[in-house]
């Protein structure tokens, strides 16, 4: 009776061992899991932080549509194309410039890391707009005006009218954001400055300028895709000042 009763005992403790072992074991692997998970999706959102603080959008574009030489001079007509947020073209410009180089003027707004990170929706990308573009052979006084600061873009025309709201006030106050730290922290604003980029323009080259989610403008070309090539010279194909 005796070797019954310890044998069951022994029996039920083996049995409550191994089940505290299970549960050790289950536990240990259920925060194991846990907590690779966790590394997991702080992986996965640091990933995205730095696809944010790295993303770039198509702001303009520009094309020599001809060239030609005046006592001396070279004289050049751009086409210059801007993209709606949708990606959609907005009506063209053209601009002659007197010079082989174009100098592109812009005012650009770089709103606080944090907004860019957290992709917060009326701040999460910087901002530029156009104002002036010249070439090499001239003053920028003579240049051609692309965006009147104080007006709405085209380019802002059409989206939320809050952000538009939001954005508008940005331009109207721009050089009190660039002199007053309070209101740039009011607003969210980094960084509130003028930028001019410039590079020798080519005829059979097509210029992309794009602005960073957390920087400037940049400037990319590539040859003329053959669309714009026919558009430009249907009947022989010639590139534009040859």
């Known amino acids: 009776m005796m070797l019954r009763a310890v044998s069951k005992l022994l029996s039920l403790s083996v049995v409550l061992t191994i089940g505290l072992v299970g549960i050790f074991l289950y536990r240990e692997h259920t925060a194991g899991q846990r907590e690779k998970e966790a590394l997991e999706n702080e992986v996965a959102q640091q990933k995205q932080i730095v696809q944010r603080l790295t993303s770039e959008r198509r702001v303009a574009q520009l094309l020599v549509t001809g060239q030609k030489i005046v006592d001396g001079v070279p004289h050049t007509t751009l086409l210059f194309m801007e993209y709606d947020r949708n990606g959609e073209p907005l009506p063209p410009k053209t601009f002659t410039i007197i010079g082989d180089q174009i100098h592109l003027d812009a005012m650009v707004i770089k709103f606080d890391h944090k907004y860019v990170e957290q992709k917060e929706w009326l701040r999460n990308h910087s901002i530029a707009l156009f104002t002036r573009i010249f070439g090499n052979r001239q003053?920028?006084?003579?240049?051609?005006?692309?965006?009147?600061?104080?007006?709405?873009?085209?380019?802002?025309?059409?989206?939320?009218?809050?952000?538009?709201?939001?954005?508008?006030?940005?331009?109207?106050?721009?050089?009190?954001?660039?002199?007053?730290?309070?209101?740039?922290?009011?607003?969210?604003?980094r960084v509130s400055d003028g930028e001019g980029k410039w590079w020798p323009c080519q005829p059979d080259r097509l210029y992309t300028v794009t602005i960073e989610a957390d920087g400037g403008l940049n400037v990319t070309f590539e040859p003329i895709p053959g669309i714009y090539r026919e558009a430009l010279h249907p009947k022989t194909g010639e590139t534009p000042g040859k």
């Open 139 to 189: 003053s920028p006084d003579q240049g051609s005006m692309i965006d009147v600061p104080g007006h709405v873009p085209e380019y802002y025309k059409g989206t939320d009218p809050r952000v538009s709201q939001f954005e508008t006030q940005l331009w109207n106050n721009f050089w009190k954001l660039a002199d007053d730290k309070a209101y740039r922290d009011e607003m969210g604003v």
